[in-house]
């Protein structure tokens, strides 16, 4: 075992905020760790997971890919109640399991902080099963670990929508904000096919009565004006943004809610991207995720996120970089992300010699090493 190690000094710089303080010798004093002119990052915090799921959707993406329309899917039995039918048949170990075993793929490609969402039970028995799940996957998880509660990430096919909203309200909120594996955020998905705005607020309201602070699911695709009511509401994050413009970016800016852009969805779905660079020079703070799920994102790469961010949303390597650790930790409300003097960091080294190079190999290329808190995991 590695004694925690402290980083000492970043060539003048003590953030990510200064490209040049990231690269080659940094360290001064630090006998136990040669870089040796490669790359050293903070740690990927990945702001947007669904990692608690069983199951598989391989038959609808093929289809989907062969140019299938969802809904054709949806009608077949496929999309997110399937997953809900596969995550409420299955036991708390299998998908405490999987969680673990997710967990570490992201952990081989950087990932130091994770966001896991419970999203897929859609009951009270399975909603805690889920979360008893994340419990029971913590202690064998390295990376630290935010968990969200999503109950409103659908309706229930059992159920009217006036009766789930009650089941969410009296019953699911309060289950999970009082479950011993520390939930931190209520997340709720608004759009057309899902959570009306006025039912959005709804549910935030009981998250914020327990404790939780909100997250959206916002302007996916539709504007139902779901930014402004998170940003109303002291929302940490608005999440995807397909269909947002300028009068969301700005009102965002202005608020303490975190831009949260999610290139993998739009990659594995072949659909456009944010427009994170608007959102950028209109001054939002723009985090990434990966939004790992069994239906949109089989994507659990930060690595591959931050080299979307630059292909094809128009983003700088720091840029991305900061996207990817400092502000995905900001749209999670910890501090991680940043690498300071004398903190005991989370960070990679990568078998390259600067951003640019991360950016441009960014199919293949895995960190060398990884460290949480000062300890090498990987
Ligand atoms: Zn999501």
Not at 166 to 188: S, T
Not at 284 to 311: E, K, Q
């Amino acid at each position: 075992m590695h004694e925690p190690f402290n980083i000492v000094g970043l060539n003048g710089s003590n953030s990510i905020g200064v490209a040049n303080g990231l690269f080659c010798k940094p360290i001064e004093n630090a006998d136990e760790l040669n870089l040796n002119g490669r790359l050293l990052t903070p740690g990927f915090v990945d702001c947007h997971t669904h990692l608690v799921w069983a199951g598989s959707r391989a038959d609808e993406y093929v289809q989907r890919c062969a140019g299938v329309d969802y809904l054709q899917i949806a009608k077949q039995g496929g999309g997110i109640l399937k997953t809900m039918q596969q995550t409420r048949s299955a036991t708390i170990n299998e998908l405490a399991e999987s969680v673990i075993a997710r967990a570490e793929t992201m952990l081989k490609n950087g990932t130091t902080t994770i966001e896991i969402k419970a999203s897929y039970g859609l009951s009270l028995e399975a909603s805690k099963k889920e979360l008893d799940a994340v419990q029971r996957a913590k202690q064998s998880i390295r990376q630290n670990v935010i968990v969200t509660f999503m109950g409103a990430h659908a309706f229930p096919p059992e159920m009217n929508s006036e009766n789930y909203m009650r089941l969410l309200e009296q019953e699911l909120i309060p289950m999970a904000a009082d479950h011993p594996v520390g939930v931190k955020f209520n997340d709720c998905f608004c759009e057309q096919t899902a959570f009306n705005l006025h039912q959005t607020r709804k549910v935030m309201q009981a998250g914020i009565q327990h404790g939780l602070t909100p997250k959206v699911h916002a302007d996916e695709f539709n504007v139902l004006g779901a930014v402004e009511l998170a940003c109303e509401m002291g929302a940490a994050s608005c999440d995807h943004l397909l269909a947002s413009g300028s009068r969301q970016f700005q009102t965002l800016a202005k608020s303490n809610t975190a831009a949260v852009v999610l290139p993998c969805t739009a990659f594995y779905l072949n659909k456009p991207y944010a427009n994170a660079r608007a959102m950028i020079d209109a001054g939002c703070v723009v985090a990434l995720g990966t939004d790992y799920n069994p239906g949109t994102s089989m994507i659990g790469s930060m690595t591959f996120a931050f080299g979307l961010a630059v292909n094809k949303m128009r983003l700088s390597p720091h840029e991305a970089l900061i996207a990817a650790t400092e502000n995905a930790a900001k749209a999670l409300r910890v501090e991680s992300g940043k690498i300071e003097p004398g903190f005991p960091a989370d960070f990679c080294i990568w078998p390259c010699a600067n951003l640019d190079e991360l950016a441009y190999q960014f199919v293949h290329i895995q960190p060398e090493s990884v460290y949480i808190k000062g300890e090498r995991v990987v």
